[in-house]
């Protein structure tokens, strides 16, 4: 999959996708991340990305054109079709199943703003989709980027080795993960669960599967109402509950 990202801070971009499973899967050829700086493609020796807003008002707005040239030579740079993904606190809510989607895509490019936003008409005409990812307020849509980039890339087949996929399979299905231990089994801050010592295997899973349906239950009850859950699950929730309650 490639990703074009246009973007203020291209070395900022670049250094997100170099690291760990995601550096890994450029390296492999699974990804490519090309950032392009809007800044290259703005004419005149001071070279404008932003000006003042009609209207008045704090801050600054993208300009329209150096944003086009730039979207123009994304798009050049590889013959097949890219929806336009604007970075933005007005935006759809990121969540798993739209990461999901863009990971099976073969190219997308991503905008990211600065300053008070992007002039309006930029987005009318050439924005498929705003993405928020989260109501806070960040300085511009770079760290949005470097979010997508990474939830897209480990999502990228091969990019995960099999433990890793398997675990994330798990996690995909919209429930909080259940809590890990390692060596030692016993510490001054306490034992490692007697099951995940054992090698009762089927009881570990059931363990594992409880504990993320009770978590879940007790700290992201909205997630726990989107997910359908198996008759063996709502007892597993059920006898978690009731201990609980104890
Ligand atoms: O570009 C981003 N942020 C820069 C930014 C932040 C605030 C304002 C508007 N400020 C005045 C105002 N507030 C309410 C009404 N008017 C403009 C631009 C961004 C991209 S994705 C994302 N996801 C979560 N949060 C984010 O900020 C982002």
């Known amino acids: 999959m490639r990703l074009d990202i246009l973007t203020l801070f291209p070395d900022f971009i670049q250094a997100s996708a170099a690291l760990g499973v995601v550096g890994r899967a450029c390296e492999r050829g699974l990804l490519e991340v090309v950032a392009h700086n809007p800044r290259d493609h703005a004419a005149g020796n001071y070279r404008r990305v932003d000006e003042r807003p009609f209207g008045g008002g704090p801050g600054m707005v993208m300009l329209i054109d150096p944003l086009r040239a ?49 002039d309006e008409r930029f987005v009318e005409a050439e924005v498929d989709l705003e993405i928020s990812i989260g109501d806070y307020v960040l300085s511009g ?30 996690f995909e299905d ?5 809590p890990h231990y390692t060596r030692p089994e016993s ?20 363990w594992r599967r409880q504990q ?26 059920e006898a978690f509950q009731r201990a609980w309650r104890a």
Do not use: K
């Not at 993320?212 to 929730?237: E, H, K, V, Y």
């Open 70 to 118: 730039t979207l123009a030579a994304a798009r050049a740079a590889d013959p097949r079709p890219a929806p336009v993904v604007l970075l933005s606190p007005q935006g759809e809510r990121l969540t798993q199943r739209r990461v999901r989607e863009f990971a099976a895509m073969p190219r997308l490019i991503l905008v990211c703003g600065r300053y008070e936003g992007i």
């Open 141 to 170: 849509g770079e760290l949005g980027a470097a979010v997508l980039v990474d939830a897209i890339g480990r999502l990228q087949e091969g990019a995960l080795n099999d433990a890793a996929s398997a675990v994330q399979d798990s």
């Open 174 to 178: 919209g429930l909080l993960d259940c």
């Open 187 to 206: 510490h001054a801050l306490g034992e490692v669960p007697a099951v995940l010592r054992g090698g009762d295997h089927a009881a570990i899973a059931r």
């Open 212 to 237: 993320s349906l009770g978590r879940t239950w007790l700290r992201r009850p909205d997630l726990l109402a989107r997910t359908a859950l198996s008759a063996s699950d709502r007892a597993l929730l």
